[in-house]
């Protein structure tokens, strides 16, 4: 049967880093010794008194029927409070809408205020799923890229340029996936004051790793001045609270917009699902500093990880200011050869996985092919072992008389002896 498929799926790629997850779990059952770094996922277990407050939900023998489209007043209530404390904005319930992870409360988003041909300025290196998401609903990415020497942080100046009148909103995550950078309050000062001079442009901040914060600041784009009436935040509880499982997110905005993402969802999915929702109030009924030995063991783990790195000559690193990932440029390696030549972040990535059977993730997904990301949710000894993997892999690299970084290569095949 030739079976005609949408335009939509048609101009999507599947997700990279489901992707290398799936490369690294098919070698592991084949017997190899696999170390994946891959997904970003924490592998702490979700704490006690979020598991035992789902455990009492369902002994309880309530909430078994269909929740709210827009999720529990109580919950809804709950983040109300969770924005008022942190951060003294006003939302009501009304403004929230709890959604099948964060994932899906982009995808709503995207589906209720974008019409075909609607332009979304993405920076990026940006998360794989904020390019597909506008292209699913009809829109088109217009990316942005920041720079490795600059943190990967773009200029307002730049954000500016590309703003047309089919410009419809800008979306960023900070922390960011995969680059770790935190833009600064004065930074985001800087595009609030971008958008308050376009007035049809809304933000969508990304901020699902809003307390995976190495900095000592924490700032939500919503309480810039002028901006609780532009912005749309994602967030959710997998990262923060290690729920990844458990598929809770969330979003806060306009009541008009919020109205609009509901109704939606009542067609999409229903609700999110009730017992998930009974153990995310939990979470945010926890005591200050509950998690904070998450946030400490990951803080380390990124020191772990850059000193290894670092130990790798031609690997160029920015460090991260939060999130749990590293974005090295590894493009040095580029032309040179294995059983075939790396010729690009998906060949690098491929290759380190064949070779030193260590699963990572191309950067070309995430709109820097120069790049790949590596996660440091894992343990220590897990890190240590696969960046001595990893440098081992890169040292087996041969150079191949077409490579367009011969010179450079040349230069690093010389120096091998002393990082060996």
Not at 123 to 140: E, R
Not at 234 to 255: D, Y
Not at 347 to 369: I, K, N, Q, T, W
């Amino acid at each position: 049967m030739d079976i005609k498929f949408s335009s939509r799926v048609a101009s999507i790629e599947p997700s990279a880093t489901s992707g290398m997850t799936a490369k690294a779990e098919e070698l592991r059952t084949s017997g190899k010794d696999v170390l994946s770094l891959s997904q970003g996922e924490p592998d702490f277990p979700t704490p006690e008194f979020i598991a035992s407050a789902a455990k009492e939900t369902i002994d309880s023998g309530k909430f078994f029927s269909y929740p709210p489209s827009a999720g529990y007043l109580d919950l809804r209530q709950a983040i109300a409070n969770k924005y008022l404390s942190e951060y003294n904005l006003n939302y009501q319930p009304e403004n929230v809408v709890v959604t099948n992870g964060a994932k899906q409360a982009l995808s709503n988003l995207m589906l209720a205020v974008l019409d075909e041909g609607d332009e979304v300025i993405v920076l990026a290196p940006y998360w794989v799923s904020h390019f597909a998401q506008v292209k699913i609903a009809g829109g088109n990415p217009v990316v942005i890229k920041g720079k490795l020497e600059n943190g990967f942080k773009i200029e307002v100046g730049l954000i500016e340029k590309a703003i047309t009148p089919k410009t419809r909103a800008i979306v960023f995550s900070s922390p960011c996936n995969p680059t770790g950078l935190v833009y600064s309050n004065a930074e985001l000062r800087q595009i609030a004051n971008l958008v308050s001079r376009h007035p049809n442009l809304i933000v969508v901040a990304d901020e699902i790793y809003e307390h995976i914060n190495y900095t000592q600041e924490r700032t939500c784009f919503a309480s810039l001045p002028g901006m609780f009436d532009r912005t749309i935040t994602i967030n959710g509880f997998s990262k923060s609270f290690a729920m990844t499982g458990w598929r809770v997110g969330f979003l806060c905005a306009p009541g008009q917009i919020a109205r609009q993402v509901t109704k939606l969802q009542s067609h999409l999915s229903s609700a999110n699902c009730s017992i998930a929702q009974r153990a995310a109030l939990a979470a945010l009924s926890h005591q200050s500093g509950a998690i904070d030995y998450m946030v400490k063991e990951y803080k380390e783990r990124r020191d772990l990880i850059l000193s290894l790195l670092t130990a790798i000559e031609g690997v160029e690193i920015s460090k991260p200011q939060g999130a749990f990932y590293v974005f090295p440029d590894v493009s040095s390696y580029y032309g040179l050869h294995a059983l075939a030549e790396i010729r690009n972040s998906q060949d690098m990535c491929d290759y380190l996985l064949s070779e030193a059977h260590v699963s990572v993730v191309p950067g070309r997904a995430f709109g820097d092919d120069n790049c790949i990301r590596i996660s440091y949710a894992s343990s220590a000894e897990v890190i240590t072992a696969a960046m001595i993997r990893i440098k081992r892999a890169l040292e087996k690299l041969t150079l191949t008389t077409e490579s367009p970084n011969k010179n450079r290569i040349s230069a690093l095949n010389e120096n091998q002896e002393k990082w060996r």
